[in-house]
Nanobody, 130 residues
Framework: LQLVESGGGLVQPGGSLRLSCQAS????????IGWFRQAPGKERAGVSC????????NDADSVKGRFNISRDNAKNTVYLQLSELKPEDTGVYYC????????????????????????WGQGTQVTVSS
């Protein structure tokens, strides 16, 4: 189970980016998918999650109203639209599939804990700077 992130880059404060998460060798539509980010010297933190059907999302308070997660199961891809970017959004962004036993793999857990997700890719760097 392997996921591949893309779409990162350098953007000015207030700008936007769209990140993509694609599956390699398996179908994404069975899994809830989470996006995480890791700033230098900090732990990997949950940003957003979307259920396997796309009906339910779960966003961190710090990104609510600015980031939007979506998925296209026909394209085997999950997206994260980043808007109104701030310097504190800088970091490496990763996507991964939920392996949470309590709520099932197709649902997003209430708390996005990186140890409960699998299939990590190399990540994509997002840098917000003027």
């Amino acid at each position: 189970l392997q996921l591949v992130e893309s779409g990162g880059g350098l953007v000015q404060p207030g700008g936007s980016l769209r990140l993509s998460c694609q599956a390699s060798g398996f179908s994404l539509d069975l899994y809830a998918i989470g996006w995480f980010r890791q700033a230098p010297g900090k732990e990997r933190a949950g940003v957003s999650c979307i259920s396997s059907s796309g009906d339910v999302t779960n966003d961190a308070d710090s990104v609510k109203g600015r980031f939007n997660i979506s998925r296209d199961n026909a394209k085997n891809t999950v997206y994260l639209q980043l808007s109104e970017l701030k310097p504190e959004d800088t970091g490496v962004y990763y996507c991964a599939a939920s392996a949470n036993i309590d709520v099932g793999w197709s649902n997003c857990p209430r708390s996005l804990v990186f140890t409960e997700f699998v299939g990590w890719g190399q990540g994509t760097q997002v840098t917000v700077s003027s």
